[in-house]
């Protein structure tokens, strides 16, 4: 896989943090930084702290320790819990964006697709009609849902178009970080070609920083640049994902690397 | 048919009540949540809602707030969807007859304290007028997001862009924004209120209105208002500015172009009329019209065999 240029500065430093609900529930002592162009893959199995994580990083769950640093495209730091509430949510719907597993979570089930990937247009100001509508179809074609069914309700789309909506939604405003939680999980293997496909096109079309947890290898060696993974919730091991892929060192990775089933 | 519209029936005071029902404690308290409503316009106020003799519904929150300010020398009007002589109206002006012993009239002009359900009248107020709004649902955010926590956060944060995802859908689906009443608006560059469900026709009225406008909540215990000479600006598209309704019809009663329509269906065979809302405002004009010429309106009501009609147009007739 292609790395991008390695910027100097990263988007996102993520230093110390940690949540805890329980001994090594949770996440603790996570440390990375994230450069604009770069996929990074959290993997790990079940509750070893992967959405935990990722909560604290959407400006979700305040960490119990640590700083989460978003570095803004003019270079201003923003520690994503100590500025204001405000402000923090106006980087959540503006530069951050957060792609759910069930789009069902992610979409406004009841607005048209057109609405829901024009609210976030407009929770940024727009107020021109005909703009927010030819961004909404430009969107659709883009996530390769006929333009034709903009005035149609998510709940008429298959799983696969509404997860592609939720994407089109969350990128309309052009977030410079994306955060994604098994953005094709329950899906067919198919449909989930084609989503990660599309992912991989955005990424590199708009230059976009992306987290993505998952617990599919195979998702992570398709999309990834860099993988961390996650065991109790620790991270056991980090670096490049094809070195982790085809050379784990920890024993948590060997049994994980060696229980993927190969058809 | 003025002022003095209540000479038929003699209504005699209770003794069995405090000055309009409320304790003067609970009136008090509801008279300071209307001063921080006033100093924050648009700001939905939580207030210690009583129970009131009458359902939720039925303009509990508008009666609160009527009692609060009450005095003995106010001169109270009730309209209901725009008539002083449909049930809820009778009844709220009754109550407080009997409560507070105040003077009451149907005149808008005259009046210093109006409550009001889903109308605005179409007699500009002045700026010793107080207009008092029954309010249903007082959070506009309420459709669209379901969390009281959340949607409390957005108006402090002034998140109000999701406020736009109905209208765009009207636009989408009907070419127009097609909402309404209830139509949402900007108060004073600040908070976004639910004007409660008057028609859009009213929004207008509320910009710079000299009256001083206050609205009730009694289910939700929240109240909010608009100050007199407060900006008020109605939510729309660049290129789908705020719009009115428009009739074809003007008042079969009363001739007007300019007033709020109902249609009215007088008949079963669905034969239908376009007649004022605002029952005094079209009784006024015409009388003023019967003292200077002979009515050509009135012979065409005459004419028509009217059955079913709400009481105000049999009256005129």
Request: net charge negative; charged share 20%; with cysteine.
């Amino acid at each position: 896989m292609k790395l991008p240029i390695v910027a100097t500065q990263p988007v996102l430093t993520v230093n110390g943090v940690q949540k805890l609900y329980a001994i090594n529930r949770g996440c603790q002592d996570v440390n990375f930084s994230l450069y604009p162009g770069e996929v990074l893959g959290i993997v790990g199995e079940s509750g070893s702290g992967k959405s935990t994580l990722l909560h604290c990083l959407s400006g979700q769950t305040p960490p119990d320790s640590g700083d989460i640093t978003y570095h803004s495209h003019a270079g201003e730091a923003h520690n994503i819990y100590t500025i204001n509430e405000a402000k923090r949510r106006l980087l959540m719907r503006s530069e951050f964006g957060i792609v759910k597993q069930h789009p069902r979570d992610g979409l406004r089930m009841r607005v048209s697709a057109g609405a829901n990937i024009g609210e976030r247009l407009m929770a940024v100001g727009d107020r021109h009609y005909s703009h927010i509508r030819q961004v909404a179809t430009d969107w659709l074609e883009q996530v390769e849902i006929d333009a034709e069914r903009v005035d149609h309700l998510p709940s008429e789309f298959s799983g696969g178009m509404q997860q592609r909506l939720q994407i089109a939604r969350v990128l309309a405003t052009h977030p410079r970080l994306v955060l994604m939680d098994e953005p094709t999980g329950g899906l067919d293997v198919s449909v989930q070609a084609k989503i990660l496909d599309l992912i991989r096109a955005l990424v590199s079309e708009l230059n976009l920083s992306v987290i993505m947890v998952t617990h599919d290898l195979a998702v992570a060696r398709l999309l990834c640049h860099r993988l961390l993974v996650m065991q109790k919730s620790r991270v056991v091991e980090s670096g490049l994902t094809d070195q982790i892929l085809d050379d784990p060192q920890h024993p948590y990775t060997q049994l994980l690397v060696s229980s993927v089933l190969t058809p | 048919m003025d002022n003095i519209i209540n000479n038929a029936r003699v209504v005699n005071p209770s003794t069995h009540y405090n000055f309009a029902y409320l304790d003067e404690h609970s009136k008090r308290t509801i008279r300071r949540g209307l001063l921080k409503a006033v100093a924050i316009p648009g700001y939905q106020v939580p207030f210690a809602g009583r129970e009131m003799p009458m359902p939720y519904g039925w303009g509990t929150g508008g009666v609160q707030l009527t009692a609060s300010i009450l005095g003995t020398d106010d001169v109270l009007k009730v309209i209901d969807q725009g008539s002083d002589d449909t049930t809820n109206a009778v009844s709220i002006r009754r109550f407080f007859e009997r409560t507070a012993a105040v003077k009451t009239t149907t005149a808008t002009d005259q009046a210093t304290v109006i409550q009001t359900r889903h109308r605005i009248p179409e007699q500009p107020l002045k700026n010793n007028q107080i207009l008092i709004f029954q309010v249903p649902i007082p959070d506009p955010l309420r459709f669209i997001e379901p969390s009281e926590t959340e949607a409390q956060k957005m108006h402090a944060l002034e998140e109000y862009g999701v406020m736009h995802v109905k209208l765009y859908e009207d636009i989408a689906h009907y070419g127009h924004i097609a909402t309404t009443y209830a139509y949402p608006a900007l108060v004073n560059e600040r908070y976004v209120m639910d004007p409660s469900p008057i028609p859009k026709f009213d929004n207008p009225k509320l910009h710079m209105s000299e009256a001083l406008l206050l609205f009730g909540a009694g289910r939700e215990k929240r109240l909010y208002a608009v100050p007199p000479y407060t900006k008020v600006k109605s939510l729309d598209f660049e290129d789908h500015p705020f719009e009115v309704q428009q009739w074809e019809e003007d008042c079969a009663l009363c001739g007007s172009g300019e007033s709020f329509l109902d249609e009215v269906i007088i008949d079963d065979d669905g034969t239908r009329m376009f007649v004022c809302s605002d029952s005094h405002y079209c009784a006024q004009r015409v009388e003023s019209q019967e003292n200077t010429q002979v009515n050509t309106q009135k012979d065409i009501r005459i004419n028509t065999q009217v059955k079913n009609v709400p009481s105000k147009k049999q009256e005129i007739a």
